[in-house]
């Protein structure tokens, strides 16, 4: 399913500057010219854009847990069905801000789920397409939720705790720990050059093997 293209997810916690590299990556590739398509979840297809409306607006208060992850499930469905996989049957690099590692921290362990059924539940709407690296920007939760509240006012999310918002970066950081092959951990309170300078490295690394 996944093709000739190559596959790479941006993860972390709020305010790690997912958005930031991506771009930043984007243009380095096309810099190169390798063909590369960005997207993100939720939100990158129609469908999607509704989920997105729905789970991040925190005047939904009385949205089940369930129900959200359901959600998630759905937005990640189309956007594979959408945008990636055909992306990747093009061969192009596909760059997405966040993939099923962030159901996993976020609903998974954030909502204190069972981290099994949230990933069955991933595998089954992405018909088990995984990335061939993730990027994880790891920072502590009162860093990120520092700079994400500075923004602008928080979405349904970055309301939660920071209880809850350290236990999805213990997640992240575990599930990077369980694939160190597949993973590129960084420190996201570095300077955004030097970080976009690591993703560059990893990536050209990663480019280079499927030459």
Known sequence: MAGP?????FEGGEGAGKSTQVGRLEA????????????REPGATDLGGTVRSIVLDPANTGLSARAEALLYAADRAQHVHEVVAPALAAGQVVVTDRYVDSSLAYQGAGRSFDLAEIA??????TEGLVPDLTVLLDLPPETGLARARGRAAADRLEGESVQFHQRVRDTFRALAAAEPDR??????????????GAV???????????R
């Not at 293209?5 to 997810?9: L, S």
């Not at 069955?120 to 709407?125: N, V």
């Open 120 to 125: 069955s539940i991933s595998r089954w709407a």
């Open 200 to 210: 560059a490295a990893g990536v050209g690394a990663l480019l280079g093997e499927r």
């Open 183 to 196: 993973y590129l951990v960084l420190d996201a309170t570095a300077d955004p050059d030097a970080l976009a």
């Open 5 to 9: 293209g190559v596959f790479i997810a």
């Open 28 to 39: 380095w590739l096309t810099g190169r010219g390798v063909p590369v398509r960005t997207t």
